[in-house]
Nanobody, 123 residues
Framework: QVQLVESGGGLVQAGGSLRLSCAASGRIYSSTFLAWFRQAPGKEREFVSGIRWGVGNTYYDDSVKGRFTISRAKAENKVFLQMNSLKVEDTAVYYC????????????????WGQGTQVTVSS
């Protein structure tokens, strides 16, 4: 079972940047899809961005396109989310997740989750 640990959250002003990291323990197969979700208070968990571990194809929700960039470091078993031009509405707990079966934006299909890291964007 792969374990995921997020880091890098914090408090930032609107317009600022943060870089989230997700460290994975255990072997990650090429077919695995690693994603970032977020959940704001009172809202459902939503897909933010994802990457195919093997080929590196990336996917983004429309709300973050052009502002967020997902990447991976295969040798380190890590996935990153660079978040620029942050908005107050980006405030949420951000989760790293792994789906062994490939690309999905549905949180119910994911097999492993990290504990989450808080991102707070102030106005």
């Amino acid at each position: 079972q792969v374990q995921l640990v997020e880091s890098g959250g914090g408090l930032v002003q609107a317009g600022g940047s943060l870089r989230l990291s997700c460290a994975a323990s255990g072997r990650i197969y090429s077919s695995t899809f690693l994603a970032w979700f977020r959940q704001a208070p009172g809202k459902e968990r939503e897909f933010v961005s994802g990457i195919r571990w093997g080929v590196g194809n990336t996917y983004y929700d429309d709300s973050v396109k052009g502002r967020f960039t997902i990447s991976r470091a295969k040798a380190e078993n890590k996935v990153f989310l660079q978040m620029n031009s942050l908005k107050v509405e980006d405030t949420a707990v951000y989760y790293c997740a792994a789906d062994w079966n490939g690309y999905s934006t549905q949180y119910s299909s994911y097999d492993s989750w990290g504990q989450g890291t808080q991102v707070t964007v102030s106005s």
